[in-house]
């Protein structure tokens, strides 16, 4: 079988061989300079900041642009070390780069990789220390970020791979999210939970609880384990229970008060929310799940969607009113998403998921042939193709140009951006048989390429120097992978 995938991938179109060739030359480069060399310890965990000029993971790296992508906490970057919740995507790549290649090296360094993070990489209640606040450390040997790596477990938005994780490391894998109903649910009768590990009432994030509904559908799947089979349903219905009945229309965090997102939805729930609970539906068969992913997916394309101006709005009441553009406010009022969704986001979190929206509709159509999922997918086309090439967002343009001038010159936009973009119009492409939409994925995917390799690495940006995890670097990868098996035709899909 190997075999027969090399002697295919020797004879591809040039363009596929462009992509594959551009995304296994970084992902060899990874595994030859991107590791954990650093410290006393080294370990085969990958680094999230490497220098391309050099190949080094630098303790320091500089700063450039990396506030606003973080939104203020540099933690997030995981500057000197390793975060395998940030590099969920990486892991994807690595097993795709396997299949495609036939080469188990990539397999390998991914399954390394989990093995010794689940070993080393623990807080003092039990729980991984990765996700938005804390990480790895390479040149330390020990946990980082807030609280000198003491701070806070949050795991937001990524799609989480439980089960390769669960194959390397079953035990371990099952103990984690064992402790994260433990230690982020506030109230077990309700199904109340916070983003953060400390049993309180907090931010009840739709970005957080999607991911205890994957994660608890996932262990029940696994393990047999009803018990979390109805944690997940508890968990899947604070949301489902705070949304507005006429509208379906549900805030992102219905337990903060009198704060805007207590009472306005944003693509949070159309994107990152239903993808894991179309997951949920996937790993265990509860149409629960299903129904409520495509519910928010059609509540949103109901109420979100200009057909004037063929954009979707960003910030609804929800009663279906929509938040018109206003002035970027002070403190958490800087991440309001008014006006239209901002296509090419910034940030790493904030409110804004158009991409993930579009990927998650066209994946409800193809998982349940839902009429209105396919509508939104291609309502999310239009929106999309407005705004190509791939840029900067433009809330935050003038932050990003005065931090990094060279912008001006180079255009261009994150990774992940790319990455989502190229695998949004090919899943679209597979829905519909319209070519428009595959050329639309090779013209970006041509357009990253230009842009952001540079010495056999991909960079999170053209302006910038680094190849960076949390940039998205990973999420291009495997688009491209993706790409290059879907032009080959040979039925190998990573």
Not at 65 to 90: S, V, Y
Not at 456 to 463: D, K, L, N, Q, R
Request: hydrophobic share 40%; net charge negative.
């Amino acid at each position: 079988m190997h075999r027969f995938l090399i002697a295919i991938l020797i004879t591809l179109p040039a363009a596929a061989q462009d992509y594959r060739a551009a995304a296994l030359g970084c992902l060899d480069k990874l595994i030859e300079h991107g590791r954990d060399r650093y410290g006393e310890v080294h370990t085969p965990m990958f680094m999230s900041v490497i220098d391309t000029r050099t190949g080094e993971a630098p303790h320091e790296p500089e700063t450039l642009d990396a506030l606003i992508r973080t939104e203020d906490r540099m933690h997030r970057r995981n500057p000197g070390g390793c975060d395998l919740w940030d590099d969920q995507p990486l892991l994807r790549a690595l097993y795709a780069a396997s299949r495609l290649s036939g080469d188990a090296k990539y397999a390998a360094a991914a399954d390394d990789y989990i093995r010794v993070y689940y070993e080393r990489a623990t807080k003092e209640n039990g729980l991984l220390s990765w996700g938005s606040h804390i990480y790895y450390d390479a040149y330390t040997d020990a946990p980082a970020g807030d609280q000198d790596g003491k701070g806070l477990h949050e795991t937001l938005v990524l799609l989480p791979e439980w089960a390769a994780m669960y194959r390397v490391a079953p035990e371990a894998v099952a103990h984690q999210i064992d402790l994260t109903w433990k230690w982020h649910l506030a109230d077990e009768a309700s199904g109340l939970f916070n983003r953060h590990d400390d049993r309180s009432k907090g931010c009840d994030f739709a970005f957080f609880g999607d991911e205890l509904v994957a994660a608890f559908a996932f262990l029940d799947d696994a393990r047999d384990a009803p018990a979390f089979a109805e944690r997940a349903r508890l968990v899947a219905s604070r949301h489902w229970n705070a949304r507005n009945p006429e509208t379906n229309l549900a805030p992102d965090a219905p337990s903060t008060g009198d704060r805007y997102d207590a009472h306005h939805c944003f693509t949070t729930l159309p994107g990152p929310y239903a993808a894991l609970l179309l997951d949920a539906w996937q790993t265990g068969g509860d149409t629960t799940f299903r129904d409520q992913a495509l519910a928010h997916i059609q509540a949103y394309n109901d109420y979100g969607w200009d057909a004037e101006a063929g954009r979707f709005r960003g910030m609804l009441q929800l009663d279906g009113t929509p938040v018109m553009d206003q002035p970027k406010g002070e403190g958490y009022d800087r991440w309001k998403p008014t006006g239209y969704v901002d296509t090419w986001r910034a940030t790493m979190f904030s409110y804004e998921f158009p991409l993930v929206a579009a990927q998650t509709a066209v994946r409800a159509y193809d998982l349940t042939g839902d009429p209105e999922a396919l509508t939104a997918a291609k309502r999310w086309a239009e929106h999309i193709r407005k705004d190509l090439p791939v840029n900067v967002g433009r809330r935050w343009k003038k932050e990003l140009h005065e931090a990094v001038p060279a912008w001006a010159e180079t255009g261009g936009g994150y990774a992940e951006c790319y990455g989502r973009a190229i695998a949004f119009f090919l899943a679209l492409h597979r829905a519909t048989g319209n070519e428009a939409d595959r050329a639309t994925a090779r013209e970006i995917a041509d357009d990253a390429i230009a842009k952001l390799y540079k010495n056999g690495w991909f960079t999170g940006h053209p302006a910038t120097p680094y190849y960076e995890t949390v940039y998205g670097v990973p999420t291009l990868l495997y688009a491209l992978l993706e790409l290059a098996a879907h032009t080959e035709k040979a039925g190998t899909n990573p």
